[in-house]
């Protein structure tokens, strides 16, 4: 019997499996939840908008994700509150 010769491009591409010891999986820590907004926030997240902030800056700000402060400006979470940081501009 023959033994079959490797080229290099069979060892390196394709290198003998090799036995990974399993780690013990370290207990999941408990996030901490997202700031909710409240109405009186999203009046705010307005005023910040019309003043040329970035939502994600905004978001930073709240410590909340960017999709909240889109929620709110685009009407689905706490619909009014463009009303009424306009009617506390004047």
Not at 35 to 61: C, H, N, P
Not at 64 to 75: A, P, Y
Request: include cysteine; proline fraction near 7%; aromatic fraction near 8%.
């Amino acid at each position: 019997m023959t033994e079959r010769s490797l080229s290099f491009e069979q060892t390196t591409l394709f290198p003998e499996p090799t036995e990974v010891p399993l780690k013990d999986k370290a207990p999941r820590r408990k996030r901490k939840p997202c700031y909710r907004l409240t109405f009186q926030d999203a009046v705010i997240v307005w005023k910040m908008r019309w003043a040329g902030e970035l939502v994600s800056r905004i978001a930073t700000a709240f410590d909340c994700n960017q999709g909240r402060i889109s929620e709110v400006l685009t009407g689905k979470l706490h619909p009014g509150s463009e009303a009424a940081a306009r009617a506390s501009m004047l």
